[in-house]
């Protein structure tokens, strides 16, 4: 019996954890403080474990990743008003990104609403536009069917974000136990498949390309359909292309990958099956100059309202892309069909691909100091486990770092994604290293930075060693956004005035000292500067699998893809060597 006089009573914050376990949510991300608290204690309580963090856009992210990697969303839990607020960047990129998200947002009290309550915001309202499913239960009884309803919300259809307001007076309010009806988990998601008319005439226009191509999206990812594509493919010896987080669903170096070849795969393409993916500015809105003008779209989606977007598709397959691949095979297996090995189409791509290979290799060789971006990675990717998580973000970081970075199993790729968003990384990689420890324990997380993007959540690296996460943190630092200035040309800049006035706005501090970050809350810290240096450093983060370690890479300030190939170019043509 309880001394409490609380016997049979249960508090809201309670009902709100069970309620969430019961619907079989096992992460929670947050910062506590009023009203939310208890929440997160009653979290943990329940089995749910929590992971404080400290920016709640960063905890947001992070959410987000575990609905994406495991099927099943990962709570935010955010404080009223400005915690709300900030939690705002990571649901409208979970939203963008097609990710399922929970949110539960704690909001002043009923009795002063209206009144300039404490951090009162009309926060169901704020939080529509980012969301799915917006909204407050009417009292504590009816928590448990508005969860079940926002867990629903959340995976079934496309994916996406959605939001719960807790008012504070609920989260202490005791009610009856006997009150409160918890609802049965809700059903996976129902798979849908495509009408058989369409499949059909799907495999006939794929039958009769003569450029065909498969694009594969993070939709595939997402829909666990890498048995049956990479089926798909060898069966019909198609060429493939990940989009960036399409990346792993088959292995990036299967012979069928064309990723090396994007730009030419994509202008002469006859026949494209997208698969999970959007044709937008990722992937140039499927429009010419970088498309043929009669490219026939196969275009499979889960969401009706995506098909004809920006092009007029072929043929539509709606439904689960896993399903709908397995569709296709059937077709393909009832009279089989394999596109000729030996077509120009294949000979053309081949032979793009050797030479653009050829040419970040020839990057990658060089040995001049500062190093340049395709050096780093080859070094990087050298070292690193098949089975890693890849996080990555940053301009040229990102997009030279996806090239050389290969991933060989689905959804083991994080990056800024549809939104573009920055400051994604480190919730990642923190959302990546707790899944692993439950499903993979020894499987590691690489976090891949541009210095600019490690600004907007480096705080989070306490949350890395405050949780012993043995993530690799790799800053690959050029003294700015975009690029930056070297010490020298700094202190010379600053001999004209003051930095407000003068310094190009790209410009962060020169030989910024990063790994100090790291090292402040007890992990590794390795500032380096030559490939001896990367390669000593990655070696020794990799073997270390309890402390979390960050390597801070200095590059050529100036460094640019576009300057490296105009670079390339001239060497080529002048015969030049060096
Ligand atoms: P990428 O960034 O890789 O191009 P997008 O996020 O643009 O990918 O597109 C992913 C697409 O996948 C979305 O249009 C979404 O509706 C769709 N999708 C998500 N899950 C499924 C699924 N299970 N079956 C089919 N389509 C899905
Ligand atoms: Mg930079």
Redesign the pocket.
């Known amino acids: 019996a309880r001394s409490d006089g609380l016997e049979g009573q249960v508090s809201g914050a309670r009902v709100i954890a069970q309620a969430l376990k019961t619907q079989d949510v096992n992460y929670m991300f947050g910062i506590v403080g009023i009203p939310v608290t208890e929440i997160a204690l009653a979290a943990q309580e329940v089995g749910i474990r929590y992971i404080g963090m400290r920016n709640e856009q960063a905890a947001c992210y992070a959410a987000s990743a575990v609905g994406y990697l495991t099927g099943r969303p990962g709570v935010c839990l955010v404080v009223s008003g400005p915690g709300l607020i900030h939690g705002l960047g990571g649901m409208a990129n979970a939203n ?3 990710w399922p998200l929970i949110v539960i947002g704690g909001s002043s009290e009923r009795s002063q609403e209206t009144m300039g309550a404490f951090q009162e915001f009309p926060q169901v309202e704020a939080c529509r536009l980012y969301s799915k499913f917006s909204a407050r239960p009417s009292s504590i009884e009816a928590i448990p069917s508005i969860i079940e309803k926002a867990v629903r919300s959340s995976i079934y ?3 996406g974000a959605c939001y719960v307001d807790i008012p504070a007076d609920f989260v202490n309010l005791q009610v009856n136990v006997n009150s409160i009806k918890y609802v049965e988990c809700c059903m996976p ?1 129902p ?2 498949m495509a009408e058989t008319s369409a499949v059909r005439m799907a495999a006939s226009v794929i039958r009769n390309a003569k450029q065909p191509l498969v ?11 890498e048995e049956s594509i990479r089926k798909l493919v060898e069966q019909c010896k198609l060429p493939f292309l ?5 990346k792993g669903v088959i292995r990036d170096n299967h012979p069928n990958c064309v990723a090396a070849a994007r730009s030419r795969a994509l202008q002469f393409a006859d026949v494209i099956v997208l ?6 500015w ?2 140039h809105f499927g429009l010419p100059p970088r498309y043929q003008p009669d490219v026939k779209f196969i275009q ?4 009706a309202e ?1 098909l004809g977007n920006n092009v007029r598709p072929a043929v539509t397959l709606l ?6 691949t397995k569709q296709l095979l059937e077709q393909f297996d009832k009279t089989p069909w394999q596109y000729p090995p030996e077509s120009e189409w294949w000979k053309v791509l081949r032979e793009k691909m050797k030479s653009n290979e050829a040419l970040s290799k020839e990057l990658a060789s060089k040995k001049s100091l500062p190093m340049n971006y395709y050096t780093v990675f080859y070094h990087v990717q050298e070292q690193l486990p098949r089975d890693c998580f890849v996080v990555s973000e940053g301009a040229n970081t990102m997009d030279i770092g996806r090239t050389v970075l290969q991933n060989y199993l689905p959804r083991h790729r994080l990056d800024a ?2 939104f573009g968003t920055m400051g994604v990384g480190l919730g990642f990689a923190i959302a990546a290293a707790i899944v692993a420890k439950d499903r993979n324990p020894g499987k590691r997380v690489i976090c891949v930075e541009g210095d600019s993007a490690f600004g907007f959540s480096g705080m989070e690296v306490e949350t890395i060693c405050r949780y012993n996460l043995p993530i690799v943190l790799l800053v690959v630092n050029n003294n700015g956004i975009y690029q930056g200035f070297d010490t020298d040309s700094w202190k010379e800049m600053l001999k004209f005035g003051d930095a407000t006035t003068v310094a190009p706005p790209m410009s962060l501090l020169p030989h910024s000292h990063y790994e100090h970050v790291m090292t402040a809350f007890g992990g590794k810290g390795y500032f380096v500067q030559t490939p001896e240096e990367l390669q000593k450093s990655l070696r020794q983060s990799l073997a270390d699998t309890t402390n979390p370690s960050l390597i801070n890479i200095m590059i050529e300030p100036q460094a640019t893809r576009k300057a490296q190939q105009k670079l390339t170019q001239h060497c080529k043509s002048t015969k030049c060597t060096s």
């Not at 698969?275 to 937008?280: H, K």
């Not at 499979?300 to 969401?303: A, K, L, Q, S």
């Open positions: 963008m990104n097609c259809g496309r994916p998601p798979v849908s694009i594969i999206g993070k939709g595939a990812a997402y829909a666990h359909a990940p989009t960036p987080m399409g698969l999970g993916a959007r044709l937008n990722i992937l499979v989606d889960i969401c995506e439904g689960d892309i896993n399903a709908v994604g549809t």
